[in-house]
T-cell receptor, first 111, second 111 residues
Framework: GENVEQHPSTLSVQEGDSAVIKCTYSDSASNYFPWYKQELGKRPQLIIDIRSNVGEKKDQRIAVTLNKTAKHFSLHITETQPEDSAVYFCAAIGGYQKVTFGIGTKLQVIP | KAGVTQTPRYLIKTRGQQVTLSCSPISGHRSVSWYQQTPGQGLQFLFEYFSETQRNKGNFPGRFSGRQFSNSRSEMNVSTLELGDSALYLC??????????FGQGTRLTVV
């Protein structure tokens, strides 16, 4: 089955710096890669996603890149702000909607 | 449009008991997935139902089971509860190969 590895597990950055979280997946049939943000005590919410026919997608300060050949995708957050502090999960979705999440990255933005 | 609703929000059970959790998906969503979230373990996939059929299953013991009704509402049952079953149980609903919307979760404590 699908295996998604995510790293780092924790990440601390200074406010204004960039943060990068990386994920690798094993199933070449996976074709949809969402990223979720979970603030403390809240439900995970989608922040950006990318499909396998696209190499990069941006939404303001957030971007995701996908390398299908290497089977890895990354989340990039620029100009980080304290409200970006949360746990971020990557996921890979393959056939029949099977979803596999990464272990999560706890991002701390230091003011 | 109402979001994903999970009931109850909090639950305390004793070892050996069984518990049933409920999830009402967003109207029109036929896919409902269940996850167990514990500190350090991320989001562990339990199972996914689509049109009343279990379509995918994670690596959990048979004590964990679920079902989906014709109106797409889903229930998850855990029998013979163990202390290690204490966790936040999240359900998520989605259309095919699109964003998953999470409920607030049910916090289960086994004592």
């Amino acid at each position: 089955g699908e295996n998604v590895e995510q790293h780092p597990s924790t990440l601390s950055v200074q406010e204004g710096d960039s943060a990068v979280i990386k994920c690798t997946y094993s199933d070449s049939a996976s074709n949809y890669f969402p990223w979720y943000k979970q603030e403390l005590g809240k439900r995970p919410q989608l922040i950006i996603d990318i499909r396998s026919n696209v190499g990069e997608k941006k939404d303001q300060r957030i971007a995701v890149t996908l390398n299908k050949t290497a089977k890895h995708f990354s989340l990039h957050i620029t100009e980080t702000q304290p409200e970006d502090s949360a746990v971020y999960f990557c996921a890979a979705i393959g056939g029949y909607q099977k979803v596999t999440f990464g272990i999560g990255t706890k991002l701390q933005v230091i003011p | 449009k109402a979001g994903v609703t999970q009931t109850p929000r909090y639950l305390i059970k004793t070892r050996g008991q069984q518990v049933t959790l409920s999830c009402s998906p967003i109207s029109g969503h036929r896919s409902v997935s269940w996850y167990q979230q514990t500190p350090g373990q991320g989001l562990q996939f339990l199972f996914e139902y689509f049109s009343e059929t279990q379509r995918n299953k994670g690596n959990f013991p048979g004590r964990f089971s679920g079902r989906q009704f014709s109106n797409s509402r889903s229930e998850m049952n855990v029998s013979t509860l163990e202390l290690g079953d204490s966790a936040l149980y999240l359900c998520a609903s989605s259309l095919e190969r699109t964003e998953a919307f999470f409920g607030q979760g049910t916090r289960l404590t086994v004592v």
